[in-house]
């Protein structure tokens, strides 16, 4: 089976576009709290998101909103929730953390992990009532490691039910690399209850979707789930305003905010030894390192490399990059009149 | 006396502790970057960056007390210490008991808490009420920098568990990060007092279960804390053009609970409100009031708390949380009662 190619780059676009939009009027002040966005993550969203048909149901962690968008739940809904207006998809009570949409079985949350057992809970519901339909978790690499989710894949996996759990792992869980606090392997760890567990590359979309398939049909078969894994790379940090992107972007100024306090610290006569107090400070400029090297030398974005493979039909790309900057565009109006 | 933040505060009475005694180890996710000050000084050993596992390291910590260290859990937010609840509930609320009272865990649980930024109800609940319902869990609640360093460090001395919760309007490091953002464009209502204020050269510890009277009255007490002490204070300051001299009790612990100090200014008063951000029911403005009730007083009663799911949309919330303008009005819904 093969992907259509422009149905993949048109979904990738619009969720990028319209969370280009969000981050302008979190700039601006209209939208609280924080603000978790999934540019970079648009390759893997959609390889699954494409296949889902009416029926299917999605558990979402706090960067839920790509998912939403290619679900096809109404922009200006989102975009009116976010700016906490009594006619948003949630009356203003969720924000885009807590969005749910019923009609579309899809529920986010912001306690990290719960997307497992609520997916596992919506297979369920269809093992009972919906034969054939199937249940995705999104979720990271961070929430890998809640208890919750590992128990949520051995439940799934123990009573066969149709569950897709979709690891999005930039490596991150805000500013620790998760492979410091994580022991094994993701990928053998799911596979160590028993179900398929597959490493997809996370910025390729056709890839994605390719292994999103087989999961798919296995679990619309009554096959049980199955774990896929990819690896990308998120340009804005863990949230709007990521301390360490901070860091990245204006050296100077947070710097100098941060430096003088830690000089301190490091300074004072008691605590751990010299090496020990090296060491710390080493490892925070290693995360620095890691976050402006993310920033400015690596240079992959998913969008992108499908845009390269669809080079040759530029006409077609060009229509679509059109039609979805204008429907962003409308969305923000409608939401936001006269802005 | 320094001048110092809220933060900077916990921050500077945890070094001297760390410092005094190595058997202090904080531990929780990205300490390495929210403590970094402590994670530089006393080294990665003492301050261990977590995985997302709460269950696994609260229970751990929970452990590593009653083997002899002396830990400083910290839950990001309270809100998600449910998915990690049974530590505290079933093990360290509970060994004293069980072993006879031969063994203690004197594990001290640091989290934020609080709304007033727009993050909605998964992230900005108090749940202190909640906790302080579990007989052998102390629950404390600083709302002054001054506190804060002082009962970082009675929870360390307890031999029992202690929740510590910062709120994070007061905590200008939390502000920023899950409110502001680095942004210029948004803003909150943070109680200055509260913000920042004078500290002592030296860091004490406060006397445990203690609260303390903010302001002076004899028509009605409000009992309080954390964020609403502040705008409990700023209230009965409007209620004072009204000639209405309302006292301000800052409980600062709910668990213990000082009911000696609420039921004394109650007997004077005969007028109690309870403004407590955590929810209404089943908590801890209910509790007051049946202990009192139980000690045999009379007198009015009102309470300003919140009531409901606290709202995303920042409008929303700041009608849901306990404001100024709610306290007032409760006030005088209460004063125009004959008293008992
Ligand atoms: C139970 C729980 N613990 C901690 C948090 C705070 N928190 C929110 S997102 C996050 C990191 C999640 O990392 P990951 O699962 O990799 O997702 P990512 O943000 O990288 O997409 C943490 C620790 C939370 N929301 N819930
Ligand atoms: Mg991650």
């Given at each position: 089976m093969e992907p259509d190619l422009f149905m993949l780059y048109r979904q990738m676009l619009r969720s990028r576009l319209f969370e280009e939009a969000v981050m302008e009027l979190w700039n601006e002040g209209r939208i609280s709290g924080e603000m978790h966005l999934a540019i970079g993550e648009e390759a893997i969203c959609p390889g699954v998101c494409t296949q889902l048909r009416d029926g299917d149901a999605l558990a979402l962690d706090h960067r839920g909103t790509p998912p939403l968008v290619m679900r096809g739940v109404s922009l200006v809904l989102l975009l009116k929730e976010f700016l906490g207006s009594p006619d948003g998809l949630c009356r203003g009570w969720g924000g885009h953390m807590h969005l749910f949409a019923p009609e579309r079985l899809t529920a986010s949350s912001g306690i990290v992990g719960a997307a497992g057992p609520t997916a596992v809970g919506f297979a369920l519901a269809h093992q009972h009532l919906r034969a054939g339909a199937v249940a995705v978790a999104f979720f990271g690499d961070g929430a890998a490691n809640q208890g919750m989710l590992m128990e949520a894949m051995n439940l799934a996996s123990a009573w066969k039910l149709p569950a897709i759990f979709v690891c999005k792992d930039n490596q991150w869980a805000i500013t620790t690399r998760s492979a410091s606090v994580t022991g094994g392997d993701l990928v053998a760890r799911a596979a160590s209850f028993g179900m398929p567990a597959v490493e997809v590359d996370g910025m390729d979309a056709v890839a994605v979707w390719k292994t999103a398939a087989t999961a798919i049909a296995r679990a619309r078969t009554g096959e049980g789930p199955s774990f896929i894994k990819g690896c990308c790379l998120r340009s804005e940090g863990h949230f709007l305003g990521d301390p360490l992107v901070r860091v990245a972007r204006h050296p100077i100024s947070e710097i100098t905010e941060i430096a003088p306090p830690l000089i301190k610290a490091v300074g004072k006569f008691s605590g751990t030894t010299l090496a020990a107090r090296a060491e710390s400070l080493m490892k925070i400029t290693e995360l620095i390192g890691t976050t402006v090297k993310e920033q400015y030398?690596?240079?992959?974005d998913p969008l992108k490399r499908l845009r390269d493979t669809l080079g040759a039909q530029k006409k077609e790309c060009e229509q679509i990059e059109e039609q979805c900057r204008r429907e962003i565009l409308q969305a923000v109006e409608d939401a936001l009149p006269g802005r | 006396m320094r001048e110092m933040s809220f933060a900077g505060a916990i921050e500077d009475a945890l070094a001297q502790a760390m410092a005094k005694d190595s058997r202090i180890v904080v531990m929780g996710e990205d300490v390495h970057m929210l403590r970094v000050n402590l994670f530089a000084r006393f080294g990665k050993d003492r301050v261990r960056s977590t995985p997302i596992s709460e269950a696994a390291f609260l229970g751990a910590a929970v452990a590593a007390a009653m083997a002899g260290l002396k830990p400083v859990a910290e839950i990001m937010m309270v809100d998600f210490i449910a998915v990690a609840v049974d530590a505290l509930l079933n093990h360290a609320a509970k060994l004293e008991r069980f072993s006879g009272g031969n063994w203690k865990a004197p594990v001290v649980v640091r989290t934020a808490c609080g709304g007033g930024y727009g993050d909605g109800g998964q992230h900005e609940q108090c749940l202190w009420g909640w906790l302080a319902h579990i007989p052998g869990l102390a629950v404390v609640v600083p709302s002054t920098p001054a506190d804060a360093g002082a009962l970082m460090l009675s929870a360390l001395e307890h031999d029992g568990p202690v929740v510590y919760l910062e709120h994070k309007l007061l905590a200008d490091y939390w502000l920023d990060y899950l409110g502001a953002g680095g942004r210029k464009s948004v803003s909150f209502d943070v109680p200055a007092a509260g913000a920042k204020g004078p500290v002592p050269d030296q860091w004490e510890s406060v006397p445990w279960g203690k609260a303390v009277i903010r302001k002076d009255g004899s028509d009605l007490t409000i009992a309080s804390l954390g964020v609403s002490v502040h705008r409990a204070s700023e209230a009965a300051e409007d209620l004072a053009k009204e000639g209405i001299a309302a006292e301000v009790i800052d409980l600062r612990s709910v668990a213990p609970l000082d009911i000696e100090a609420i039921s004394d200014s109650v007997a004077k008063t005969a007028r109690l409100m309870v403004v407590d951000e955590?929810?209404?029911?089943?908590?801890l403005s209910g509790e007051i009031a049946a202990q009192l009730l139980e000690r045999g007083l009379s007198f009015r009663y009102g309470r300003v708390c919140t009531e409901d799911t606290v709202p995303y949309a920042r409008h929303l919330e700041d009608e849901a949380l306990p404001s100024r303008g709610r306290i007032v009005q409760a006030a005088r819904t209460l004063m125009s009662q004959r008293k008992p």
């Open positions: 030398l690596v240079k992959d | 955590d929810y209404k029911e089943f908590g």
